[in-house]
């Protein structure tokens, strides 16, 4: 079951704000965040373990809450190269050992001068 | 040069033909993955591999065939292509399970099926 990401879309001027949330149902031992840009292929951001903490990247940075099964990603300052679709990667249990990940089905963020 | 690569970048078939998708890496990481990208459903999972001759079902893998003879390769095949199996394919490698490592993934393949 595929995680879900909210908002599906936001528009932002440069310099703005921005916060991306993605809701899993399962239990989640690590949420993966990636962003596309436009005919290319998906780039790591960052990965969040078990914890609750934060991690940062650039101006981006992220939050998980495993008891709420939960991920956010925040955008500060936002730039015009942050434009494209964020995907969450949440990582559960999938048996035999293994996990898998589960990724939304994406937030398309544009951002415009 | 390092990394991971897919081949053809582009592929049109017919109906009932079967198409072969190329995936090669480099690192000799332990994990590979194929996804199919389609609109309005982000990227689904379609097989997976922990090793050379270890593979796995995802989320849809109907219609889709894998092999791992290798572990820099990781063939995926549409025995019978049908239109709805149009789409983008990624494939991705990991240097282990996913939990704590990131998935590097290639430039896809964008196959269309008439």
């Known amino acids: 079951q595929q995680p879900v990401q909210s908002p599906q879309a936001v528009i932002l001027r440069e310099g703005e704000d921005a916060v991306i949330n993605c809701s899993s149902s399962?239990?989640?031992?690590?949420v993966h965040w990636y962003r596309q840009k436009h005919g290319e292929a998906p780039v790591f951001l960052m990965i969040l373990l078990k914890g609750g903490e934060q991690k940062g990247h650039e101006k981006i940075s992220a939050s998980f809450n495993e008891k709420k099964q939960q991920s956010s990603l925040y955008l500060t300052a936002s730039q015009l190269s942050y434009s494209g679709t964020y995907f969450c990667?949440?990582?559960?249990?999938?048996?035999?050992?293994?996990?898998?990940?589960?990724f939304g089905k994406g937030t398309k963020l544009s951002v415009i001068p | 040069d390092a990394g991971i690569t897919q081949s053809p970048r582009y592929k049109i078939t017919e109906t009932g033909r079967q198409v072969t998708l190329m995936c090669h890496q480099t690192?000799?990481?332990?994990?590979m993955f194929w996804y199919r990208q389609d609109l309005g459903h982000g990227l689904r999972l379609i097989y997976y591999s922990a090793a050379a001759d270890i593979t796995d079902k995802g989320e849809v893998p109907d219609g889709y065939v894998v092999s791992r003879s290798k572990t820099e390769n990781f063939p995926l095949t549409l025995e019978s292509a049908t239109r709805s199996q149009t789409s983008v394919y990624f494939c991705?490698?990991?240097?282990?399970?996913?939990?704590?490592?990131?998935?590097?993934f290639g430039d896809g393949t964008r196959l269309s099926i008439l």
């Open positions: 991705a490698s990991s240097e282990s399970g996913t939990m704590s490592q990131p998935q590097h």
């Open positions: 990667g949440p990582n559960a249990y999938s048996g035999a050992g293994s996990y898998q990940l589960t």
């Open positions: 690192w000799s990481h332990s994990y």
């Open positions: 399962k239990a989640l031992y690590s």
